[in-house]
T-cell receptor
Framework: DADVTQTPRNRITKTGKRIMLECSQTKGHDRMYWYRQDPGLGLRLIYY???????NKGEISDGYSVSRQAQAKFSLSLESAIPNQTALYFC???????????FGPGTRLTVT | AQTVTQSQPEMSVQEAETVTLSCTYDTSESDYYLFWYKQPPSRQMILVIR??????QNATENRFSVNFQKAAKSFSLKISDSQLGDAAMYFC???????????FGTGTRLKVLA
């Protein structure tokens, strides 16, 4: 089984709808991250969390919120989706010892 | 602010040949890590290689090696004996304990020609 999983893998939604992207990990890592990927822009950090009580905004947090329900679960919500939030979203964990990041398979989100 | 720059949006290499992807970064930190990630069409992000800034020796993983020039803030990836499966988007990334965040470049798309 994959160490970092994301659901759904693909989603099409309409403008104004609330949507939640879920991430679970079995790596046992405390640190988790949400990124969005857009063509030509690389990966940009939305939110990151060091434990269930420590959540921080990244460079592009406007329009997004997160919830760290447990060490293993980190969810990203779009309260009212808009078309420019159409992107590929990645969840990742990181290992405190060697700083390596481990990514989920990504969620392709389309907002129409 | 830390930045990572990949100046080559796209590159091509003939199968079995060698190619070098460029990455430069800007930082005032002395303790940091650098990474190269590969993203094939499956879109999965795969760690290729990792370099610790305090180590002078360049990291190597099989056909992949880096040229780490700390003073020049340069971190290039060399792929030897290129294979069709190397075709992917490659991202350079930087991490520092000063911010606990990873910063990614905009990526280089590598095409491998048969």
């Amino acid at each position: 089984d994959a160490d970092v999983t994301q659901t759904p893998r693909n989603r099409i939604t309409k403008t104004g709808k609330r949507i939640m992207l879920e991430c679970s990990q079995t790596k046992g890592h405390d640190r988790m991250y949400w990124y969005r990927q857009d063509p030509g822009l690389g990966l940009r950090l939305i939110y990151y969390s060091f434990d269930v009580k420590d959540i921080n905004k990244g460079e592009i947090s406007d329009g997004y919120s997160v919830s760290r329900q447990a060490q293993a679960k980190f969810s990203l919500s779009l309260e009212s989706a808009i078309p420019n939030q159409t992107a590929l979203y990645f969840c990742a964990t990181s290992d405190d010892r060697d700083r390596k990041q481990y990514f989920g398979p990504g969620t392709r989100l389309t907002v129409t | 602010a830390q930045t990572v720059t990949q100046s080559q949006p796209e590159m091509s290499v003939q199968e079995a040949e060698t190619v070098t992807l460029s990455c430069t970064y800007d930082t005032s930190e002395s303790d940091y890590y650098l990474f190269w990630y590969k993203q094939p069409p499956s879109r999965q992000m795969i760690l290729v290689i990792r370099q610790e800034a305090y180590k002078q020796q360049n990291a190597t993983e099989n056909r992949f090696s880096v040229n780490f020039q700390k003073a020049a803030k340069s971190f290039s990836l060399k792929i030897s004996d290129s294979q069709l499966g190397d075709a992917a988007m490659y991202f350079c990334a930087y991490y520092t304990s000063g911010t606990y965040k990873y910063i990614f470049g905009t990526g280089t798309r590598l095409k491998v020609l048969a």
